[in-house]
Structures are given as C-alpha cells and as structure tokens.
C-alpha cells in the first residue's frame, strides 16, 4: 500500500530488548492532502529510521504495511513503512529517493481508440 502526506511531527525514538534482540522504532505523524485531511501515525524500524531520515515539514510517499494484533483481549494496529519516497525536488530534506516517479498513472496514448468511445481498460 502507499501513502502521501506531509509530516508534521517526529516522535522521539524508542528502543529495548525483545527475544529477538535490541529494538528500535520512531513514529512520524503524516498529513495527507485533500478536503478533509486525515492524520496517520507511520512507524519506522530499525536501521531504516536512518535511512529514510524523514524530516518535519517535507512531504513524502510511503510504500506501507498494515498490521493488527491482539494483546489481552485489546487490539493493536501498526502502519510500517517499509520505503519512502520524498516528494522534495530541491534534493534536501531526507528521505530515500527511489527513481520512482509519484505518477505511476499509465500513458492512456497507448489504448486503442474503439468505435464505443470508451477507452478505458476495464
């Protein structure tokens, strides 16, 4: 799954021993665009907190995963995110460039032109 936004706060980072090992995550809050924006918590892992090196007040897209599990009876859902890719073109401000455009619409050139009139693909 993907998501863009802007990040508008930088959660101090965590860290700890599990059974597998040291641990460590940072949470960013995002801002998507639109009408009505909504904020979503992304959360960071490991050695990709550097990596990425998400900023405040740069906007990116995040290629996520969706997670929930269960905890004494309560429910938890995390949001990964396993790639960004930042939408700043002056080249600073972070963030892992991919050479992935935002744009991944498809060239509607290439459909062919049928006597219906509809060119759509589906």
Not at 4 to 24: F, M, P, V
Not at 36 to 60: A, S
């Amino acid at each position: 799954m993907e998501i863009s936004g802007k990040i508008i706060q930088a959660l101090e980072e965590q860290s700890g021993n599990g059974r597998n090992g040291a641990w460590r995550k940072r949470d960013y809050i995002m801002e998507t665009p639109g009408q009505y924006p909504k904020k979503v918590c992304l959360t960071v892992w490991g050695e990709k907190i550097d990596q990425f090196n998400i900023q405040e007040g740069i906007e990116i897209t995040a290629n996520i995963e969706v997670e929930s599990r269960e905890f004494n009876g309560r429910w938890y859902t995390d949001v990964k995110v396993w790639r960004v890719n930042s939408q700043d073109n002056s080249g600073s401000g972070g963030g892992q460039r991919t050479g992935t455009q935002k744009n991944d619409q498809p060239d509607v050139s290439t459909f062919s032109d049928d006597s219906e009139g509809d060119i759509l693909p589906f």
